[in-house]
């Protein structure tokens, strides 16, 4: 036996073994995934159970290295504990902005004692992040961003104001972009800092949003001590650090794409006499769309492969986070038709407070959140197509 | 398996878009429409794919081929989508080949698959006998007479048909047109008795002919397979002939992009470059998306068929997904060109000319759709 078929088989044994019962359905929404922190409040125990067993393991970041709370695992193994949860449906165990988004930055450009400090905590769950990127005068143009740094010799003092930080009521530490520098061109005064949402002056205000929950906030910052030492990378170079996390941060969130099975819902609501859907309309709606999910789902998984053969998946994020966002977009206004009117409850037990609806409104920020639908667009044409600007 | 392509097929893929690009651009087809050539694609130039193992890319060793698979194949025929190389690669050696390798007895195997590797003999498929593809509804009549069977009926879209040594027909032995049951397959010679076949031509300029059986006579051993079993051969060698479809069509969609992507960057209105516009950059940047995603269930199609079973949720995923690209593709590489792009001096006439072709044969996208659909279960 292989040493990958030796992995495998204990792999299989070990998930059967710890992966609770409750564990193995797919996650309802936002609020039902483990998102841990600080303040996290566990839905139930088996969840509790289940982040804390795959953190001891490090499994809830499966190729980060051992000494830093990772896996440790190889390229190959980690797919194969991807496909083994995946064949037991097992949820992921942690759901956080530190692994998917930060994490990968700090393994590329932090140093040892920042890889030590944080993201042990970030892979079992201790620490949530946020991300401090966005401000109102700084959206798509990110790098016009304003909020003002002034060095103070072993820390900065922080001044400004963030816009749409998701989860900043809730998150422990954010990963931040200052500007150190005025005077020089918008790219190139700008840092990428770390620091605690308990720091005297942060404030966090709730927004809230068309599906009538409040994830995402306004964030102001008053004389803000920020220490040095968690300084990312160089000074002034934090805008190489920012576009290489937003690869990571897109990609995500392109992933998210084909998670709700709309077909076997369909058969559910609409009935399939003659062996197919009742409704022809919608049919033929859902078959186009599962058509490019389908195609969608092969994609990831042949960048994946690509990057698993080569290295970074650069601005082809831009593609993936673009046609996964219209996508889950699609997906889930073709949720709604085939509820009908059901779709539309707001309130009640039946609709457990109108999931339906809230999940639909939701996604509408999928095309304008990490960056615009348009702006991936932008990012296509001119880094992979090489059009002029 | 990674769904990337492994270093042999790269290797191939390389090789084989050299040597198209050099052996078969464009022009050729170009000039083989304007010379009206009988054969619609060059001799020579199928004598040296035979050399480069493409004849026979399906065929095993066994029987003279390279066996390369359907990765292979695929690659080969994306490969001739970018070029347009006109060829009786897809008619012989992938549906013909795959047909007689699923279905043939040993001895319809040792005759005809080494010849067809060998790029000596060509074999074609005659199944449709309407606008839309639908095998079931084959109403061609083959009764048994004189030992053997005599066939009567007419068949349409025949590849290759005014060239082709053999024609594999679907009749119909027994049952109603519509029936999946009752259709067989046989090995006619293009030279028997009562059939007539007239070359029709089309928009892409390649070889396409109809047929007319008029009380055929052939013995029992031209019998293809079970009687009334053809579609136990028929349908996976269909299906891997529609990933191929898929995969020339890939090309296609690819070099339309390609080309339209230079010319953005090289025409100028209002004192700039038109690439400059975001309003053609979306588009392009959309259709690039499309092209890969388009890209991705190709190769995932062609690695699931060379891994054997059932691949027809996969092959009309593929065939469905690629005929929406390639329509998009050259929809849009003619918009993005203006008025040059309507001018049949300039190439993409061509494209759409053939795609629509491609887009048709062996089901269209509606085809593919609801069939993708039935295979998910609704
Ligand atoms: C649900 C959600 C969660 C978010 N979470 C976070 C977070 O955690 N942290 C954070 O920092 N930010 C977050 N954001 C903010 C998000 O990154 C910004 O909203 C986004 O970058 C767009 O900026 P904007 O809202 O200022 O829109 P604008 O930039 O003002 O855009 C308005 C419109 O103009 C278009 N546009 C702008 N520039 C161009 C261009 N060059 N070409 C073509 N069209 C253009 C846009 O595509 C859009 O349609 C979140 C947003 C949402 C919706």
Request: proline letters at 2%; charged letters at 25%.
């Amino acid at each position: 036996m292989s040493d990958l078929d030796l992995f495998q088989k204990e792999t299989r044994k070990w998930l059967e073994a710890n992966c609770p019962a409750s564990m193995r359905t797919p996650a309802k929404g936002e609020d039902d995934i483990c998102w841990g922190g600080r303040n996290f409040v566990f839905q139930s125990e088996d969840q509790k159970v289940w982040l804390q067993r795959m953190g001891a393991k490090g499994w809830t970041v499966p190729t980060w290295p051992a000494e830093y709370g990772g896996g440790g695992l190889s390229r190959d193994e980690a797919k194969i504990l991807a496909s083994e949860m995946k064949r037991i449906k097992a949820r992921s165990p942690l759901v956080s902005f530190g692994i998917w988004m930060l994490g990968p930055a700090l393994l590329k450009f932090g140093n040892h004692e920042q890889k030590l400090e944080h993201l042990p905590k970030i892979a079992r769950g201790e620490i949530r992040w946020c991300q401090g990127y966005s401000e109102p005068n700084a959206g798509s143009d990110l790098a016009a961003l304003a909020t003002k740094a002034d060095d103070k010799g072993d820390h900065y003092i922080l001044n400004g104001q963030k816009v749409w930080t998701s989860y900043a009521d809730k998150a422990d530490w954010i990963f931040c972009l200052i500007r150190t520098d005025f005077s020089v061109s918008k790219h190139n005064g700008i840092s990428f800092i770390l620091f605690d949402m308990e720091t005297e002056g942060v404030e966090a205000k709730p927004i809230k949003l068309i599906s009538g929950n409040s994830p995402f906030c306004e964030t102001f910052f008053t004389d803000v001590k920020a220490f040095k030492t968690n300084l990312v990378g160089e000074v002034n170079n934090g805008w190489t650090i920012a576009k290489y996390l937003l690869t990571h941060e897109r990609s995500g969130i392109g992933d998210m794409g084909t998670m709700v099975p709309l077909s076997a819902l369909a058969r559910e609501k609409l009935g399939t006499p003659d062996g197919q859907l009742g409704n022809q309309m919608l049919r033929h709606e859902i078959v186009e769309h599962e058509i490019d999910a389908a195609g969608f789902m092969f994609t990831l998984e042949r960048a994946k492969d690509e990057a698993r053969a080569g290295g970074e998946m650069g601005a082809f994020s831009s593609m993936l986070k673009y046609y996964g966002t219209e996508l889950n977009k699609s997906r889930h206004e073709l949720i709604v038709k085939v509820n009908g009117s059901d779709a539309f409850e707001w309130e009640g037990q039946f609709s457990n407070n109108g999931e339906i609806a809230r999940n639909w409104l939701r996604t509408k920020g999928n095309s304008i959140e990490g960056g615009t639908t348009e702006v991936q667009l932008n990012i296509i044409s001119k880094r992979i197509l090489g059009l002029p600007v | 398996m990674a769904l990337v392509l492994n270093e042999e097929q790269q290797l191939l893929k390389d090789s084989a878009e050299g040597f198209f690009g050099e052996k078969a651009p464009v022009s050729q087809l170009r000039q083989l429409r304007d010379d009206q050539d009988d054969n619609c694609f060059s001799k020579p130039l199928w004598g040296e794919m035979a050399e480069m193992g493409f004849s026979g890319i399906l065929v095993s060793e066994e029987h003279g081929g390279v066996d390369f698979g359907m990765v292979g194949a695929s690659v080969v025929a994306e490969a001739m989508g970018k070029n347009l190389s006109a060829s009786p690669f897809h008619a012989s050696s992938i549906v013909s080949a795959s047909i007689i390798a699923l279905g043939g007895n040993d001895q319809q195997k040792g005759q005809m698959l080494p010849a067809i590797a060998a790029g000596e003999m060509l074999v074609t498929l005659a199944v449709d006998e309407q606008g839309l593809h639908n095998p079931e509804g084959s109403s061609l009549k083959a009764e048994a007479s004189e030992g053997g069977y005599k066939l009567t009926g007419l068949k349409t879209f025949v590849q290759e048909g005014g060239t082709a040594d053999k024609i594999i027909v679907l009749a119909r032995t027994s049952g109603e047109a519509g029936d999946k049951d009752g259709l067989s397959l046989f090995v006619v010679d293009r030279r028997a008795g009562g059939l007539i076949v007239d070359q029709t031509v089309m928009t892409d300029s390649r070889g396409w002919a109809k047929m007319t059986f008029e009380g055929v006579q052939v013995d029992a051993d031209a019998l293809l397979g079970e009687e009334g079993g053809a579609m136990a051969a028929l349908d996976p060698a269909l299906d891997k002939a529609r990933i191929v479809l898929a995969a020339e069509m890939l090309g296609m969609a690819q070099e339309c992009l390609d080309v339209t992507v230079a010319y953005l960057k090289e025409r100028k209105q209002f004192g700039v470059l038109i690439g400059t516009f975001q309003g053609l950059q979306h588009r392009a940047a959309e259709l690039f998306s499309e092209i890969e995603v388009t890209r991705s269930v190709v190769l995932k199609a062609s690695q699931m068929a060379d891994m054997g079973g059932d691949v027809s949720w996969f092959a009309s995923l593929a065939k469905a997904k690629a005929c929406k690209t390639v329509e998009l593709a050259t929809n849009e590489a003619i918009q993005m060109h203006g008025g040059i792009g309507m001018t049949d001096e300039f190439d993409f006439g061509f494209f759409i000319k053939r795609a629509r072709v491609v887009q048709a044969l062996y089901g269209d996208y509606g085809y593919h759709a609801d069939r993708f659909a039935n295979r998910s279960g609704y």
